[in-house]
T-cell receptor, first 114, second 113 residues
Framework: GESVGLHLPTLSVQEGDNSIINCAYS??????FIWYKQESGKGPQFIID?????DKRQGQRVTVLLNKTVKHLSLQIAATQPGDSAVYFC?????????????FGDGTTLTVKP | KAGVTQTPRYLIKTRGQQVTLSCSPI?????VSWYQQTPGQGLQFLFE???????NKGNFPGRFSGRQFSNSRSEMNVSTLELGDSALYLCASNEDQGLGGYTFGSGTRLTVV
């Protein structure tokens, strides 16, 4: 069968390396997905979103991949920098109009070593 | 453009008291959502308001309530505080409903003793 990345509560990478953060979502009916970044002492910050009619979406240094078959989402960060150190959450919603009541995942703490 | 402003930043209350938290969304944003964040439960949805109407409510007891004013500012109230209500309460706003994600404030850290 197809293998997907496991969700890890923590991830440590070297500066300059690429990071991959995984998320398994729960509701097969979810149509809209968002990645947020939360730095210490701050609220979550929007990174990138994707709708279920897409498999991949790219932003600046970030790429989100969606695998609806296995209900898996991943966030790839290219050339990770120390400023990327934070907790990353995936969030799912029935559709974009329901984004205000998103269900958040457990979060992955990314630490970037200089 | 000012971000989402939450006041106060920190609050200490005693069990049994009530508390009101305030949120000023980004100017022009009409949707406001509230979340509770704790180490054990993570981020959990409380309620969502759009144009002064509660659109959705999460699975929290009736002690948790909220409202939105005509200028889109929002307040949430927790009555008869319990120790387990200690958490970071986050408010988030969006221009319309959803697309582009929500912009979060820095939260109000509530400690119940």
């Amino acid at each position: 069968g197809e293998s997907v990345g496991l969700h890890l509560p923590t991830l440590s990478v070297q500066e300059g390396d690429n990071s991959i953060i995984n998320c398994a979502y729960s509701n097969s009916a979810s149509d809209y997905f968002i990645w947020y970044k939360q730095e210490s002492g701050k609220g979550p910050q929007f990174i990138i979103d994707i709708r279920s009619n897409m498999d991949k979406r790219q932003g600046q240094r970030v790429t989100v991949l969606l695998n609806k078959t296995v209900k898996h989402l991943s966030l790839q960060i290219a050339a990770t920098q120390p400023g990327d150190s934070a907790v990353y959450f995936c969030a799912e919603a029935g559709n974009r109009l329901d984004a205000g009541k998103s269900t958040f995942g457990d979060g992955t703490t990314l630490t970037v070593k200089p | 453009k000012a971000g989402v402003t939450q006041t106060p930043r920190y609050l200490i209350k005693t069990r049994g008291q009530q508390v009101t938290l305030s949120c000023s969304p980004i100017s022009g944003h009409r949707s406001v959502s509230w979340y509770q964040q704790t180490p054990g439960q993570g981020l959990q949805f409380l309620f969502e308001y759009f144009s002064e109407t509660q659109r959705n409510k999460g699975n929290f007891p009736g002690r948790f309530s909220g409202r939105q004013f005509s200028n889109s500012r929002s307040e949430m109230n927790v009555s008869t505080l319990e120790l387990g209500d200690s958490a970071l309460y986050l408010c988030a706003s969006n221009e319309d409903q959803g697309l582009g994600g929500y912009t979060f404030g820095s939260g109000t850290r509530l400690t119940v003793v």
